[in-house]
């Protein structure tokens, strides 16, 4: 069993700040990178307003800078998923990994994050990046004199609806169903403005694309189906904003922190849960803005609250070479 000060659960931006700031404090910090090094902004093929980069740069070198810089302090990032955590009897906290490796952590921070749904149709993932995008603000601007189609009618659909008007020719809602969700006051702004157009009880089947020679494809077009026809049918767009919502990864730590309706993490103004000592940054609690600058914000705060809850007990800590009389006889 091997035992760290820190476990960092995640490895997006808010794990890896989080990593950075408590190695850099001298603290034996491990980061479970989980099934995808960075997370989500790794798949973002341009990043044009994380401060620092000017002429932008892309998920993948963003992410690798972070955990190059993270690693510099003596962070070590491990490629493998936390599976099963036991953190009702307090510290120090007992992780398990699925290459059944087990941890000791005095303190640990979890960034696992939120995933968003998908439409789990043809070409979806295909497209990621190249027209198929599930943020507007951080994909928007590349959509300048385009035709968009927005998938979705909450409120957080219609809310990128009207801030991709900014920037696309012409946006176009689709709903699979006769009424949207969102708030009465949402719909009638989107209602009222030039640029939106609203397509019902249709839904995306397909998304299609083409490149031209010694360029990668980008969509094109979406095939859709009338549901109240069955008609099916192309259209042309050039691309495709996903807004059917999220989902915490939260489902590991049911029955042990705190969550809300929608199963965010909870937690108070230092970034702490509802455990003493495990600390949460970034989207696994944030159901708002879902920005890398803002995890990476998140985590430096959690990150500075466990070092400041580990100083607190520094005198109680066991060497890191110690095994707890609880676990001996594991």
């Known amino acids: 069993m091997k035992r760290e000060r820190v476990a960092i659960i995640g490895s997006g931006p808010a794990g890896l700040t989080a990593a950075l700031y408590t190695a850099r404090a001298q603290l034996s910090t491990v980061v479970f990178v989980g099934r995808l090094l960075g997370g989500q902004i790794s798949t973002t093929h341009e990043v044009e307003n994380f401060p620092g980069f000017p002429n932008g740069t892309t998920g993948p070198e963003l992410v690798e800078n ?66 198929v995008s599930y943020c507007a603000t951080c994909d928007g601007f590349f959509f300048r004199g385009k035709d968009i189609t927005v998938v979705g009618g909450g409120d957080s659909a219609l809310q990128e609806a009207l801030f991709l008007t900014k920037f696309g020719k012409s946006v176009n809602i689709i709903h699979r169903r006769d009424d949207l969700r969102a708030s009465i006051a949402l719909q009638t702004r989107a209602k009222a403005h030039p640029k939106i157009s609203f397509t019902y009880s249709t839904i995306v089947e397909e998304v299609k694309g083409e490149g031209s020679e010694g360029a990668p494809a980008v969509v094109k077009s979406i095939i859709l189906r009338d549901l109240k026809t069955g ?49 949460a940054a970034g989207e696994i609690h944030d159901s708002v803005f879902r920005q890398a600058i803002t995890a990476a914000g998140d985590g430096c705060k959690a990150a500075l609250s466990a070092i400041k809850w580990l100083g607190e007990r520094e005198d109680t800590l066991q060497p890191l070479d110690a095994v707890p009389v609880a676990a001996a006889g594991d």
């Open 66 to 131: 972070m955990k190059l810089q993270a690693e510099k302090f003596g962070a070590k990032l491990v490629f493998e998923s936390v599976t099963e955590v036991d953190l009702t009897k307090g510290s120090p906290f007992r992780l398990k990994t699925d290459n059944d490796d087990e941890y000791l952590a005095d303190t640990v921070i979890v960034t696992i994050g939120a995933n968003p749904r998908e439409l789990q149709i043809p070409g979806e993932k295909q497209y990621v990046g190249r027209g």
């Open 231 to 279: 008609n099916v049918y192309e259209k042309p767009t050039d691309g495709v904003f996903i807004f059917v919502g999220y989902d915490p990864n939260s489902w590991l730590f049911k029955g042990q922190l705190d969550l809300s309706v929608d199963e965010y993490m909870k937690i108070d103004s230092n970034m702490q849960t509802s455990i003493d000592g495990v600390f």
